[in-house]
């Protein structure tokens, strides 16, 4: 079997073998070993992508097709370049490190964690895809489990967040698929056979009209699931419903379809209607940074503030996009990959405090960095790499984006650029007003004076995350050349 193909087949059999158990002990050392062969895979992945890069200079490696559906040229056809291993990289650390924060889930912890690996399945082949249908395909199987996850084991309104992110990601892939459509039957090169294939549909000249009409259908389809601007209301009640785990891998992997569907179909397949719509798109995206952060400083609950930080962070991996050019695009990748793990970390650390306080609301707590230090020091830590402190991924990731989007000359994009800078400050206002009030000063509640220590699990989960922040910080270049060269043929593409 191909290496790719096994980022299917074991997750699928780890939720077979999981059918089997029947006590949380016995599901989650299933769930355990099954996420640590999926990081296994993903770092032998790394080094033989890099191995391979060095005698290969095609687009896309270890590409694999089998007609699937004869009759529509649809195929399971995958391959990989730089920026497809890195997010498979972020989707297995940020797996088993879900795995290790939900050890005590007491309620249906085989239910859990089997729909827990059919999400990262359907990540993982979303990922590897360059077929448009079986990547809508894998879109969908990532998208339909985050129901059950937050409805059945989410907490508050559980009822209405899963329902509101269901019809709202539903909605958006309706729209989608009319946009996939647009672009099967615009695929035909001089008379030839329709085809869904991504590499083969970049070599066709679309019509400009129908680019015109369907960048945008496309466009909305996945960025909805990035959290654009108006239409990311979904995200914050999905966030705060959720257990932690499925948190984590909502924010840290699921919202990354978004930014990467919208560079590898839409802005690669439909160029002229990139350079058209494109104006339009970054007023919603630098509105959506500035209205995020503004948004979090307003909120007093620790979900609802990492939730719309999320919402600011990942609109600037749209407007990087839009801003075209290769120093914006490699801010863009590092910012999803630094994003996904600062937001999962944050939401293991939230949800590591609400256990022991039985509350999220910042104005109760207090004093917490005496009692519980080790949970507290990694949230200073994530806290000054999310306001992009150097010395931690968020800020390779941000100067990339900004000098990036300074390279247009033009004025408007200028003003753009500096509009969504000044969410910097704003940042830093709510994360440090949230580390004074939460952790510093004597403790507020006496009951907090006495907590359950941290545990090998949750130590384990954390320094899954905690690691790559800081080491993408100190050691960014390898990472940066290996998406700068994977990016090179889509700019040729784009522009």
Do not use: C
Request: charge should be neutral; avoid cysteine.
């Amino acid at each position: 079997m191909d290496i790719l193909s096994l980022f299917i087949v074991v997750p699928l059999l780890t939720v077979l073998a999981l059918l089997f158990a029947n006590d949380l002990k016995r599901a989650r050392i299933i769930a355990m070993i099954g996420s640590i062969i999926q990081l296994a895979m993903s770092v032998n992945l790394l080094f033989a992508y890099f191995k391979e890069r060095a005698v290969n200079d095609d687009i896309m490696v270890f590409t694999r097709d089998l007609v699937w559906f004869k009759d529509f040229n649809i195929h399971y056809s995958v391959g990989v370049d730089g920026i497809s291993v890195a997010l498979l990289l972020l989707t297995s650390l940020v797996v088993l490190a879900g795995v290790f924060i939900s050890w005590k889930m007491k309620e249906l912890p085989k239910e859990f964690f089997i729909s827990l690996l059919i999400l990262s399945t359907g990540v993982y082949g979303f990922f590897i895809s360059l077929d448009l249908f079986t990547m809508f395909v894998f879109f969908e199987i990532a998208v339909i489990p985050m129901f059950l996850l937050i409805g059945i084991w989410g907490s508050g309104p559980r009822e209405y967040a899963a329902m509101k992110l269901t019809l709202m990601l539903m909605a958006a892939s309706a729209i989608l698929l009319v946009g996939i459509l647009g672009i099967y039957f615009n695929s035909a090169a001089e008379g030839g056979p329709l085809t869904f294939n991504i590499l083969e549909i970049a070599k066709v000249n679309i019509p400009l009209e129908a680019q015109k009409l369907f960048f945008p259908l496309t466009f909305i389809g996945f960025a909805v699931i990035g959290a654009l601007f108006p239409f990311h209301t979904w995200s914050p009640d999905g966030h705060a419903s959720a257990p932690t785990a499925v948190s984590m891998l909502h924010a840290g992997v699921l919202m990354k379809l978004g930014g990467y569907g919208v560079f590898r179909v839409a802005m690669y397949l439909l160029p002229e209607g990139t350079l058209h719509w494109s104006w339009f798109f970054i007023v919603l995206a630098a509105f959506g940074v500035i209205y995020g952060a503004f948004a979090a400083i307003r909120q007093t609950d620790l979900k609802y503030i990492n939730a719309y930080s999320s919402v600011s962070h990942l609109g600037l991996v749209l407007f990087a996009l839009l801003m075209l050019n290769k120093t914006a695009w490699n801010g863009a990748i590092l910012q999803s990959l630094s994003h996904g793990f600062m937001t999962a970390l944050f939401f293991a650390l939230i949800g590591m405090i609400y256990g022991r306080t039985n509350t999220r609301d910042v104005t109760k707590l207090g004093g917490l960095l005496k009692v519980i230090p080790f949970i507290s020091a990694t949230y200073v830590i994530a806290g000054l790499a999310s306001l992009g402190l150097p010395g931690f991924s968020g800020f390779v990731a941000e100067m990339n984006i900004f000098v990036g989007a300074f390279e247009h000359a033009e004025l408007p994009y200028r003003i753009a650029t500096i509009f969504a800078i000044s969410a910097i400050v704003v940042t830093a206002v709510y994360i440090l007003r949230v580390v004074g009030i939460m952790l510093m000063g004597p403790v507020k509640n006496d009951s907090f004076l006495v907590m359950e220590k941290v545990t090998w699990y949750e130590k384990t989960g954390i320094l899954l995350m905690l690691l790559p922040i800081i080491g993408i910080g100190v050691a960014p270049l390898w990472l940066s050349e290996m998406i700068l060269k994977s990016i090179q043929p889509f700019i040729q593409g784009v522009l």
